[in-house]
Nanobody
Framework: QVQLVESGGGLVQPGGSLRLSCAVS????????MGWYRRAPGKQRELVAVITPDGSTNYADSVKGRFTISRDNAKNTVYLQMNSLKPEDTAVYYC?????????WGQGTQVTVSS
Protein backbone atom coordinates (compact mmCIF):
# COMPACT_ATOMS: atom_id res chain seq x y z
CA GLN A 1 0.00 0.00 0.00
CA VAL A 2 1.48 3.29 -1.12
CA GLN A 3 1.40 6.09 1.45
CA LEU A 4 1.77 9.76 0.60
CA VAL A 5 2.27 12.38 3.28
CA GLU A 6 2.24 16.03 2.25
CA SER A 7 3.57 18.85 4.42
CA GLY A 8 4.74 22.45 4.25
CA GLY A 9 1.51 24.31 3.65
CA GLY A 10 0.39 27.37 5.55
CA LEU A 11 -0.81 30.95 5.36
CA VAL A 12 1.28 33.30 3.26
CA GLN A 13 0.84 36.79 1.91
CA PRO A 14 0.56 37.43 -1.83
CA GLY A 15 4.03 37.42 -3.37
CA GLY A 16 5.35 35.07 -0.72
CA SER A 17 6.86 31.61 -1.02
CA LEU A 18 6.29 28.13 0.37
CA ARG A 19 7.99 24.79 -0.13
CA LEU A 20 5.84 21.68 -0.04
CA SER A 21 7.19 18.20 0.60
CA CYS A 22 5.70 14.79 -0.08
CA ALA A 23 7.13 11.68 1.53
CA VAL A 24 6.34 8.48 -0.38
CA SER A 25 6.47 5.02 1.12
CA UNK A 26 5.41 1.56 0.04
CA UNK A 27 6.47 1.77 -3.59
CA UNK A 28 9.50 1.81 -5.84
CA UNK A 29 9.44 5.60 -5.90
CA UNK A 30 12.19 6.14 -8.43
CA UNK A 31 10.34 4.45 -11.30
CA UNK A 32 7.23 6.64 -11.17
CA UNK A 33 6.44 10.02 -12.59
CA MET A 34 5.13 12.13 -9.72
CA GLY A 35 2.76 15.04 -9.72
CA TRP A 36 1.49 17.82 -7.49
CA TYR A 37 -2.22 18.45 -7.69
CA ARG A 38 -4.48 20.99 -6.03
CA ARG A 39 -8.15 21.44 -5.27
CA ALA A 40 -9.38 24.97 -4.78
CA PRO A 41 -12.67 25.66 -3.00
CA GLY A 42 -15.58 24.80 -5.26
CA LYS A 43 -13.35 23.46 -8.03
CA GLN A 44 -12.16 20.09 -9.25
CA ARG A 45 -8.72 18.80 -8.47
CA GLU A 46 -6.18 19.85 -11.10
CA LEU A 47 -2.67 18.81 -12.00
CA VAL A 48 -0.15 21.54 -11.22
CA ALA A 49 3.25 20.02 -11.98
CA VAL A 50 4.79 16.72 -13.05
CA ILE A 51 8.29 15.30 -12.79
CA THR A 52 9.41 12.15 -14.59
CA PRO A 53 11.84 9.58 -13.15
CA ASP A 54 14.69 11.20 -15.07
CA GLY A 55 13.81 14.68 -13.86
CA SER A 56 11.94 16.16 -16.80
CA THR A 57 9.23 18.58 -15.67
CA ASN A 58 6.00 20.06 -16.94
CA TYR A 59 3.69 22.69 -15.44
CA ALA A 60 0.20 24.01 -15.72
CA ASP A 61 0.16 27.38 -17.48
CA SER A 62 -1.18 29.04 -14.35
CA VAL A 63 1.98 28.24 -12.35
CA LYS A 64 4.65 28.18 -15.03
CA GLY A 65 7.60 30.35 -14.06
CA ARG A 66 6.52 30.52 -10.40
CA PHE A 67 6.50 26.90 -9.22
CA THR A 68 9.31 24.35 -9.39
CA ILE A 69 8.87 20.62 -8.86
CA SER A 70 11.82 18.46 -7.86
CA ARG A 71 12.48 15.03 -6.43
CA ASP A 72 15.04 13.25 -4.29
CA ASN A 73 14.92 9.57 -5.16
CA ALA A 74 17.27 8.69 -2.29
CA LYS A 75 14.76 10.15 0.17
CA ASN A 76 11.59 9.05 -1.66
CA THR A 77 10.44 12.66 -1.54
CA VAL A 78 9.03 15.09 -4.06
CA TYR A 79 8.99 18.86 -3.52
CA LEU A 80 7.11 21.85 -4.84
CA GLN A 81 8.76 25.24 -4.49
CA MET A 82 6.12 27.93 -4.87
CA ASN A 83 7.15 31.53 -5.41
CA SER A 84 5.23 34.71 -6.19
CA LEU A 85 2.11 33.18 -4.71
CA LYS A 86 -1.27 34.60 -5.64
CA PRO A 87 -4.64 34.40 -3.88
CA GLU A 88 -5.84 32.09 -6.67
CA ASP A 89 -3.19 29.57 -5.60
CA THR A 90 -5.20 28.97 -2.42
CA ALA A 91 -6.06 25.27 -2.37
CA VAL A 92 -5.36 21.94 -0.75
CA TYR A 93 -2.25 20.53 -2.40
CA TYR A 94 -1.73 16.81 -2.93
CA CYS A 95 0.98 14.65 -4.42
CA UNK A 96 0.42 11.41 -6.25
CA UNK A 97 1.81 9.46 -9.14
CA UNK A 98 1.19 10.85 -12.61
CA UNK A 99 -1.27 9.62 -13.71
CA UNK A 100 -2.62 9.34 -10.15
CA UNK A 101 -3.47 6.21 -8.23
CA UNK A 102 -7.03 6.49 -6.95
CA UNK A 103 -6.15 4.48 -3.84
CA UNK A 104 -3.15 6.61 -2.87
CA TRP A 105 -4.47 10.11 -2.20
CA GLY A 106 -3.16 11.51 1.07
CA GLN A 107 -4.68 14.19 3.28
CA GLY A 108 -3.03 17.01 1.40
CA THR A 109 -1.66 20.24 2.80
CA GLN A 110 -3.57 23.52 2.89
CA VAL A 111 -2.06 26.56 1.21
CA THR A 112 -3.78 29.87 1.84
CA VAL A 113 -2.60 33.03 0.12
CA SER A 114 -4.13 36.08 1.70
CA SER A 115 -3.22 39.47 3.06
Amino acid sequence: QVQLVESGGGLVQPGGSLRLSCAVSGSIFSIYAMGWYRRAPGKQRELVAVITPDGSTNYADSVKGRFTISRDNAKNTVYLQMNSLKPEDTAVYYCNAAPPSAKSWGQGTQVTVSS
